[in-house]
């Protein structure tokens, strides 16, 4: 049985070696990073010297780097002799890299595995050089940009790569780094890159052809057609258009046919936009520039045939309307290529491009339509991938369409549809069939391990359901609580269904998990609810809602049988008070947690508070002598400053998370994650925690809190209302009006969360910080 990967070497500092090398470290991995010595600057020491500092992080914790090693090329090529596996991540040029890869044979340990991460060039060229057993052992990988965040890797193995290689390769990939993986073809840009460059190329020929503004472009390629709301042109500004631009020559170079060749050709506008330095976001212009204007922030857009930046334009299209009223993606598409205005033609011309060639790439760089839907949906972030939409749209109804419009339609696809088959995918119980180009259909099932709601609710239906919540039936005696209400966020109907699905766990199962499919775990409580209740003075049904919370998070606790709960993304106020108290949490790895009322004028008031302060204590609190003041002033920093965690492991590292809750690295193994932790502390023979009590500090704790609230006042760095909200917060923390040394319960800490809490929705400026979130989206400091 082969060992584990535990000891890898990237070669190349840039911003892929780094970030790869940073992700390796977060996956426990030791690694070496190398790159040249210029005189005495060290590239891959400075390199390293700057992980902390980037935004987004690509390390899980600040002391992940410490999981990491520099060195150079010119003096420590030998530590390849200790790697279970080598990434080259230098240039993208083919010529660096095989002078490199003939450099490090000499030190490669047989069976070492080795990679270059690259976005296009040929993996088959690299290693036809290098020994037999070198090619067994050498396969593409690209990581898509950047590594931490980016779901696709793409494994490009050659004729002489080892199945084995690639297997254990694709295992690592998806368990420990938690990638969702694409096997591709030795073809310039492999499978995303190729359909994505086109498919960017083709919007802004099309938008020339039809006389589309950037602007005009950006909201019809987004969203409303299962695309980021970065759409095109923002993120060609975002990626580079330098970039973008060496990306698709990878394609001109090395295509071999000739309308191939012209279709990846780079318009003349671009090569002049770069140039002038016009390249994106990292020079501050590129198809959009932000300028100041009397001290207010203006987006503009580039106007080609002006040559200059001009304001952005809001478009006004009947299709454009009628797409953002259409309630399905399917629908928004639809709405969109069946209008007879200057964007629906746009978007039919556009789309009806990407859908052709797609097909016709079929089977020279993917073998099915499913491999080429995967790449777009995990490397491009689409909702659908090009044969999804086009079964969507319907297949039979669009190649007519096609076709009356002179389109050559790719024979594969004529032939299926001349078969009976009439679309790419058919969905059963428990599987899927996918057409192939050489006729007939290929069996796919997901592996036991994704599981997933939405395919066990269209199997099965819900155990019980309201408009805010579900429970679902997982099998094997675990049930699952599902949030599914407007971002999640916690009202009265998802803590009706919890209470209820408390009722039905205790008569027909063995446990429960909390979790949900949405973007994010939950965002908080309903804010807008509570501004409505607090406007028109409604304390008693406030006072009820609040009431209501804390019994629910105390029922969490304290049940009998456990309770996992799978946390993910932003996990934020009252999200967070659901989730900590569950008997274990399986956090995903990109979990973003914090109790953050402050930032809209509040205190956490559904257990939040009582459990930190709990957590922070306990364990120090043992035998009633030790000072409690530092954990106090520890849960006080965290409340008052709203800290959130930047993934799982800091959640950790913060206390939002206890040493025994788990991590999954691979949100879509998280669920099944989640269902293991409820059988294994079944099968353990559960029984919920002791009822707490916890020792406050009394007044003189609350005055050392005072004093720094009254310093940060005096210098500037908090309002009179923060200092409000943080004298709130320090009476809860340091027990009220208990003399120092007593214990309370948790239900006398809850109450006065309650309180607080009811006090600061009376304040017009905690309304007004509410009010403004809601808005703006962000927090007021008033």
Same mark, same amino acid.
Request: proline share 5%; glycine share 8%.
């Given at each position: 049985?082969?060992?584990?990967?535990?000891?890898?070497?990237?070669?190349?500092?840039?911003?892929?070696?780094?970030?790869?090398?940073?992700?390796?470290?977060?996956?426990?991995?030791?690694?070496?990073?190398?790159?040249?010595?210029?005189?005495?600057?060290?590239?891959?020491?400075?390199?390293?010297?700057?992980?902390?500092?980037?935004?987004?992080?690509?390390?899980?914790?600040?002391?992940?780097?410490?999981?990491?090693?520099?060195?150079?090329?010119?003096?420590?090529?030998?530590?390849?002799?200790?790697?279970?596996?080598?990434?080259?991540?230098?240039?993208?040029?083919?010529?660096?890299?095989?002078?490199?890869?003939?450099?490090?044979?000499?030190?490669?340990?047989?069976?070492?595995?080795?990679?270059?991460?690259?976005?296009?060039?040929?993996?088959?060229?690299?290693?036809?050089?290098?020994?037999?057993?070198?090619?067994?052992?050498?396969?593409?990988?690209?990581?898509?940009?950047?590594?931490?965040?980016?779901?696709?890797?793409?494994?490009?193995?050659?004729?002489?790569?080892?199945?084995?290689?690639?297997?254990?390769?694709?295992?690592?990939?998806?368990?420990?780094?938690?990638?969702?993986?694409?096997?591709?073809?030795?073809?310039?840009?492999?499978?995303?890159?190729?359909?994505?460059?086109?498919?960017?190329?083709?919007?802004?020929?099309?938008?020339?052809?039809?006389?589309?503004?950037?602007?005009?472009?950006?909201?019809?390629?987004?969203?409303?057609?299962?695309?980021?709301?970065?759409?095109?042109?923002?993120?060609?500004?975002?990626?580079?258009?330098?970039?973008?631009?060496?990306?698709?020559?990878?394609?001109?170079?090395?295509?071999?046919?000739?309308?191939?060749?012209?279709?990846?050709?780079?318009?003349?506008?671009?090569?002049?936009?770069?140039?002038?330095?016009?390249?994106?976001?990292?020079?501050?212009?590129?198809?959009?520039?932000?300028?100041?204007?009397?001290?207010?922030?203006?987006?503009?857009?580039?106007?080609?045939?002006?040559?200059?930046?001009?304001?952005?334009?809001?478009?006004?299209?009947?299709?454009?309307?009628?797409?953002?009223?259409?309630?399905?993606?399917?629908?928004?598409?639809?709405?969109?290529?069946?209008?007879?205005?200057?964007?629906?033609?746009?978007?039919?011309?556009?789309?009806?491009?990407?859908?052709?060639?797609?097909?016709?790439?079929?089977?020279?760089?993917?073998?099915?339509?499913?491999?080429?839907?995967?790449?777009?949906?995990?490397?491009?972030?689409?909702?659908?991938?090009?044969?999804?939409?086009?079964?969507?749209?319907?297949?039979?109804?669009?190649?007519?369409?096609?076709?009356?419009?002179?389109?050559?339609?790719?024979?594969?696809?004529?032939?299926?549809?001349?078969?009976?088959?009439?679309?790419?995918?058919?969905?059963?119980?428990?599987?899927?069939?996918?057409?192939?180009?050489?006729?007939?259909?290929?069996?796919?099932?997901?592996?036991?391990?994704?599981?997933?709601?939405?395919?066990?609710?269209?199997?099965?239906?819900?155990?019980?359901?309201?408009?805010?919540?579900?429970?679902?039936?997982?099998?094997?005696?675990?049930?699952?609580?599902?949030?599914?209400?407007?971002?999640?966020?916690?009202?009265?109907?998802?803590?009706?269904?919890?209470?209820?699905?408390?009722?039905?766990?205790?008569?027909?199962?063995?446990?429960?998990?909390?979790?949900? /499919?949405?973007?994010?775990?939950?965002?908080?409580?309903?804010?807008?609810?509570?501004?409505?209740?607090?406007?028109?003075?409604?304390?008693?049904?406030?006072?009820?809602?609040?009431?209501?919370?804390?019994?629910?998070?105390?029922?969490?606790?304290?049940?009998?049988?456990?309770?996992?709960?799978?946390?993910?993304?932003?996990?934020?106020?009252?999200?967070?008070?659901?989730?900590?108290?569950?008997?274990?949490?399986?956090?995903?790895?990109?979990?973003?947690?914090?109790?953050?009322?402050?930032?809209?004028?509040?205190?956490?008031?559904?257990?939040?508070?009582?459990?930190?302060?709990?957590?922070?204590?306990?364990?120090?609190?043992?035998?009633?002598?030790?000072?409690?003041?530092?954990?106090?002033?520890?849960?006080?920093?965290?409340?008052?400053?709203?800290?959130?965690?930047?993934?799982?492991?800091?959640?950790?590292?913060?206390?939002?998370?206890?040493?025994?809750?788990?991590?999954?690295?691979?949100?879509?193994?998280?669920?099944?994650?989640?269902?293991?932790?409820?059988?294994?502390?079944?099968?353990?023979?559960?029984?919920?925690?002791?009822? /707490?009590?916890?020792?406050?500090?009394?007044?003189?704790?609350?005055?050392?809190?005072?004093?720094?609230?009254?310093?940060?006042?005096?210098?500037?760095?908090?309002?009179?209302?923060?200092?409000?909200?943080?004298?709130?917060?320090?009476?809860?923390?340091?027990?009220?009006?208990?003399?120092?040394?007593?214990?309370?319960?948790?239900?006398?800490?809850?109450?006065? /969360?309650?309180?607080?809490?009811?006090?600061?929705?009376?304040?017009?400026?905690?309304?007004?910080?509410?009010?403004?979130?809601?808005?703006?989206?962000?927090?007021?400091?008033?």
């Amino acid at each position: 049985m082969e060992r584990t990967l535990q000891k890898a070497v990237v070669l190349g500092s840039g911003v892929m070696g780094a970030a790869i090398a940073a992700h390796l470290a977060n996956a426990g991995l030791s690694v070496v990073l190398l790159d040249r010595k210029i005189g005495e600057q060290r590239l891959a020491q400075a390199a390293l010297e700057q992980l902390p500092r980037q935004k987004p992080s690509p390390l899980y914790s600040p002391r992940v780097r410490e999981r990491i090693q520099a060195g150079s090329f010119e003096e420590d090529l030998a530590v390849i002799r200790e790697a279970d596996w080598v990434i080259e991540a230098i240039v993208e040029q083919l010529e660096p890299k095989l002078k490199l890869l003939e450099q490090l044979e000499p030190y490669w340990k047989p069976g070492t595995i080795v990679s270059s991460n690259t976005s296009g060039l040929s993996i088959a060229a690299m290693s036809q050089h290098r020994s037999d057993s070198f090619r067994r052992h050498f396969i593409g990988t690209h990581f898509f940009n950047p590594p931490r965040y980016m779901k696709l890797v793409e494994l490009i193995p050659t004729e002489d790569t080892d199945p084995e290689v690639v297997a254990r390769i694709q295992q690592f990939c998806e368990k420990r780094l938690g990638k969702s993986v694409v096997i591709a073809k030795d073809t310039p840009n492999f499978i995303a890159n190729r359909i994505g460059t086109y498919g960017l190329l083709v919007t802004i020929q099309e938008m020339a052809k039809h006389g589309l503004s950037v602007s005009a472009v950006d909201a019809l390629t987004g969203p409303l057609l299962g695309r980021p709301k970065s759409a095109t042109f923002r993120t060609l500004d975002m990626v580079g258009l330098d970039t973008f631009v060496h990306v698709a020559g990878n394609v001109h170079r090395q295509a071999a046919d000739s309308e191939e060749k012209a279709m990846f050709e780079v318009p003349p506008f671009l090569k002049a936009m770069i140039e002038s330095g016009q390249v994106g976001e990292k020079a501050g212009r590129g198809f959009y520039q932000v300028r100041q204007n009397n001290g207010e922030k203006v987006i503009e857009q580039w106007d080609m045939a002006a040559q200059a930046y001009v304001a952005r334009d809001k478009p006004r299209y009947p299709s454009l309307e009628a797409a953002r009223n259409a309630k399905s993606l399917n629908g928004k598409i639809s709405a969109l290529i069946a209008a007879d205005d200057p964007a629906g033609h746009f978007v039919w011309s556009m789309l009806k491009r990407v859908l052709l060639y797609s097909a016709a790439k079929i089977p020279e760089i993917a073998d099915d339509p499913l491999a080429v839907d995967q790449a777009m949906r995990w490397g491009f972030s689409w909702e659908q991938g090009p044969f999804e939409t086009w079964d969507s749209l319907g297949v039979k109804p669009t190649v007519e369409r096609m076709k009356a419009e002179g389109e050559s339609i790719p024979a594969w696809v004529e032939e299926m549809l001349a078969s009976g088959r009439t679309s790419f995918y058919e969905n059963t119980a428990d599987r899927i069939l996918f057409a192939l180009p050489a006729g007939g259909a290929k069996e796919w099932q997901e592996p036991p391990e994704k599981l997933s709601l939405r395919l066990l609710k269209e199997r099965q239906g819900t155990v019980l359901s309201n408009s805010g919540a579900s429970l679902v039936d997982l099998g094997d005696g675990v049930a699952c609580l599902e949030f599914h209400s407007a971002n999640n966020a916690v009202g009265p109907d998802i803590l009706q269904m919890l209470f209820q699905s408390l009722e039905e766990v205790r008569s027909r199962y063995r446990g429960l998990v909390i979790a949900n /499919e949405g973007r994010h775990f939950c965002v908080g409580a309903n804010l807008m609810l509570l501004l409505m209740e607090a406007q028109d003075d409604n304390w008693m049904e406030i006072e009820r809602m609040i009431r209501q919370f804390q019994n629910a998070s105390m029922a969490i606790k304290y049940f009998e049988m456990p309770i996992v709960s799978a946390p993910f993304g932003m996990t934020l106020g009252g999200g967070v008070e659901l989730a900590i108290p569950a008997a274990c949490v399986q956090a995903s790895a990109e979990t973003y947690m914090g109790l953050v009322e402050t930032g809209v004028g509040l205190i956490p008031a559904g257990g939040g508070t009582k459990e930190l302060l709990l957590r922070f204590t306990r364990a120090v609190d043992y035998d009633g002598k030790l000072d409690l003041q530092p954990f106090v002033n520890r849960a006080f920093e965290m409340i008052g400053l709203a800290k959130v965690s930047t993934s799982g492991q800091e959640a950790k590292e913060l206390g939002y998370l206890r040493p025994t809750d788990r991590i999954s690295v691979n949100r879509d193994y998280q669920l099944y994650d989640a269902k293991r932790m409820v059988l294994a502390l079944a099968d353990a023979g559960y029984s919920p925690p002791e009822r /707490e009590s916890c020792r406050v500090v009394g007044e003189p704790g609350r005055a050392v809190l005072h004093m720094g609230l009254y310093q940060m006042k005096g210098s500037g760095h908090i309002s009179a209302h923060d200092e409000l909200i943080g004298r709130k917060l320090a009476h809860i923390l340091t027990g009220g009006q208990m003399p120092a040394g007593t214990v309370v319960t948790e239900q006398y800490l809850l109450d006065l /969360e309650r309180e607080a809490f009811l006090s600061l929705c009376g304040e017009p400026k905690s309304q007004a910080r509410m009010q403004h979130m809601l808005l703006k989206g962000k927090p007021l400091r008033n």
